[in-house]
Nanobody
């Protein structure tokens, strides 16, 4: 079992930065792909970003088109923590952000992730 706890959400102004963290317990993360998803009011949960560690300790990251160039996902497996650095935030980024974990490759589909955090609210005002 993997337990995930997100933190770092809050209310910010448009164009402000914000960094989310997700701390895992129960297992070491090195063999897991770690993802961030979000759910805006009235919308379905959507993929934001994911990161995994490949051979030779190479990191592979994937991003949704809507956040590419603004958000950066990273991980520190020694701390069992994954981060989402969000820059140039927009009001449409307002959502509950969830951390998720799955064994193997990054995936855009929420249904393929086995473990989820409780979510952290991000609100961006214009």
């Amino acid at each position: 079992q993997v337990q995930l706890v997100e933190s770092g959400g809050g209310t910010v102004q448009a164009e402000d930065p914000l960094r989310l963290s997700c701390v895992a317990s129960g297992r070491t993360l090195s063999s897991y792909s770690m993802g961030w998803f979000r759910r805006a009011p009235g919308k379905e949960r959507e993929f934001v970003a994911a990161i995994r560690v490949g051979q030779g300790h190479t990191y592979y990251a994937d991003y949704a088109d809507s956040v590419k160039g603004r958000f950066t996902i990273s991980r520190d497996d020694a701390k069992n923590t994954v981060y989402l650095q969000m820059n140039s935030l927009k009001p449409e980024d307002t959502a509950v952000y969830y951390c998720a974990a799955r064994r193997g490759l990054n995936d855009y589909s929420a249904s393929r992730y086995d473990y989820w955090g409780q979510g952290t609210q991000v609100t961006v005002s214009s």
